[in-house]
């Protein structure tokens, strides 16, 4: 399949980087938060006269500097709205880490555009190669599952409750955990390559 093909360069490529690499890269990602209620059903809580909605957040986390960020969406989110966040938010962050600095994303359709690539393409953003079908690469992909977690736990019946639960337990992750998570693709390269491009139990 051509995704493992991907994948398998994509491992070999890394396997040569070093930690000084990995400390320049912003990782980032998307998630859907939907409102819990007491009793574990999934349900959105609305206003009268509103429309569907669903919490998004953007993360974006910088090893290194031990520092995250999160962006909170509400609705869904399209090629403009991600380039404001570019210009908000990720860019601003990316500059900090200096002229060896690597913006990594997948390749969602919005994150693709034309209008996001001429945006990157613009401010002389370095963007990390992604292969198609790769969450399990991503480490803040194993953060959603632990911050859901912690949601789930909660008693949230809105979308406002939702956002304090989901900053306080985002302000509680702590930093040796995403290092730990960053610091572990040397491990998940080598899995990828020792599985010829499949995918990992990550």
């Known amino acids: 399949m051509m995704y493992k093909k991907a994948r398998k360069q994509f491992a070999e490529d890394k396997q040569t980087k070093d930690m000084d690499y990995l400390n320049h890269v912003l990782w980032s990602d998307e998630t859907q938060i939907n409102v819990f209620g007491s009793d574990g059903v999934k349900r959105v809580w ?37 380039c404001d966040i570019l210009k908000q938010s990720m860019i601003p962050s990316l500059r900090r880490l200096g002229r060896r600095a690597v913006f990594q994303h997948d390749n969602d ?25 790769s969450p399990d ?20 019946y809105n979308i406002h409750q939702l956002r304090d639960v989901v900053m306080e337990e985002w302000k509680r992750t702590p ?21 010829e491009g499949g995918h990992t139990k990550y």
Request: aromatic letters at 4%; hydrophobic letters at 40%.
């Open 46 to 82: 609305q206003q009268p006269g509103e429309e569907y909605k669903d919490k998004c957040v953007l993360p974006t986390v910088k090893h290194g500097g031990g520092s995250v960020m999160l962006q909170f969406i509400e609705g869904t989110m399209n090629a403009n709205m991600y």
């Open 109 to 133: 359709p919005k994150h693709t555009s034309k209008t996001a690539t001429a945006l990157l393409k613009k401010l002389r953003v370095k963007v990390m190669d992604w292969p198609s079908m």
């Open 137 to 156: 690469l991503n480490p803040i992909e194993h953060l959603w599952g632990i911050l859901k977690r912690k949601v789930e736990e909660c008693k949230v």
């Open 175 to 195: 930093v040796a955990s995403c290092e730990a998570l960053v610091n572990s693709m040397s491990k998940m390269v080598k899995d990828v390559l020792g599985n």
